[in-house]
């Protein structure tokens, strides 16, 4: 578990393009047998029902900008994520980052946000915008006095997604996102945010042109206004 985060992530996969501290000097380093941060494979590791909550910032990342982008799929399974000030998950400029399973809610800005990044699956989880649970605990007589704080819209009024994905072609020939028996609930009206959406293309999406290689299967929504389900105005907006 990695919880209360002040000043940034649960996880953080730093994954630069080089090597720094006492590693640098590591035998496989100095021969070239071992690759760089950003292109090593999480395998013989897993990353497996982890859960993160509470964090000032987001509960997993992968970051800096260079991006991770190992030779196969790494997969987080059953992670669970939940009220955090940022994002659930956050993958950056990255490659084969794969979520399946795993349960994301009451998250102030993004369940799972795939930021420029360009090819890998999500499958099977769960997202909740405003989980009956937090809304309970928000709505509860004890916190009557603090209730704006709380509320899933944040704490300075962040726009919440479900899922964010970027949508101009990147990466030459892959395949884009494979998103598939994803599950949204109580995203919209119900949240009080003024523009929540389950789905959502960025706003910072000005690349000129459209290419949604991202695909999506099987999608159900439970307590979704129909307007809150897929969100691309923003992102037309700028092309």
């Known amino acids: 578990v990695a919880a ?17 501290g006492a590693s640098k000097n590591a035998p496989e380093v100095l021969d070239g ?32 900008s260079g991006g991770w ?20 998950a956050f993958s950056h400029n990255g490659l084969n980052q794969s979520y399946i ?32 649970e937090y809304e309970a ?3 509860s007589s004890s916190n009557l006095g603090h209730i704006n704080d709380q509320s899933s819209c944040g704490y300075n009024n962040k726009v919440q997604r479900g899922i964010q994905i970027h949508a101009a072609k990147s990466g030459g020939a ?3 996102y494979k998103i598939s028996g994803v599950r949204f609930q109580r995203f919209g009206s119900i949240t009080g945010c003024w523009d929540s959406a389950a789905i959502d293309v960025d706003s910072r999406e000005d690349s000129g042109y459209f290419d949604p290689r991202t695909s999506f299967k099987s999608i159900n929504y439970e307590n979704v206004d129909d307007a809150s389900r897929i969100n691309v105005c923003d992102a037309e907006l700028n092309n």
């Open 4 to 20: 209360g985060s002040a000043g940034s992530s649960g996880f953080w996969f730093e994954v630069e393009g080089f090597f720094r």
């Open 33 to 64: 047998t071992l690759p760089v941060p950003s292109r090593q494979d999480l395998y013989p590791y897993v990353f497996e029902s982890n859960k993160a909550h509470s964090n000032a910032g987001s509960g997993m990342k992968t970051y800096p």
């Open 69 to 88: 982008k190992p030779p196969t799929e790494a997969v987080f399974s059953n992670f669970i994520s939940y009220r955090n000030r940022g994002v659930g």
């Open 101 to 132: 399973g795993g349960y994301f809610a009451d998250n102030q800005y993004v369940g799972i946000d795939i930021d420029r990044s360009y090819q890998g699956r999500i499958e099977n989880v769960t997202i909740a915008g405003y989980s009956e």
């Open 137 to 139: 605990l928000v709505m």
């Open 174 to 176: 892959n395949s884009g």
